[in-house]
């Protein structure tokens, strides 16, 4: 049973036919690229805290550390930071 003054379906539109403004290209850049520099950020402190294991562990600043250090904040934890950089950094 056809409906009275039935309306013809609207029209979708595509994502090709929506056209971001400038100002929209804009942020969307600036977004990408705040991602990318705070995954780097992340990423290099990570790689400083495997270095300063590392060095800590050539005995460079005396002692060698706690066995508890090398299991939750030495290689574990700079590994951890470099992926969650890395993953970071991959954002879109």
């Known amino acids: 049973m056809a409906r009275k003054n039935a309306e013809p379906p ?21 977004r990408k690229r705040r991602f990318l520099r705070v995954g780097q950020l992340v990423m290099l402190i990570g790689f400083l805290v495997g270095l300063q294991h590392w060095l800590a562990h ?29 993953i970071t950094a991959g954002q879109k």
């Open 10 to 30: 609207r029209r979708r539109t595509t994502h090709e036919e929506a056209k971001p403004t400038p100002e929209q290209l804009r942020a969307r850049y600036l």
């Open 58 to 86: 050539l005995g460079v600043f005396g002692t060698q550390p706690p066995g508890w250090v090398d299991l939750a904040a030495g290689y574990p934890m700079a590994a951890a930071l470099i992926l969650a950089g890395a």
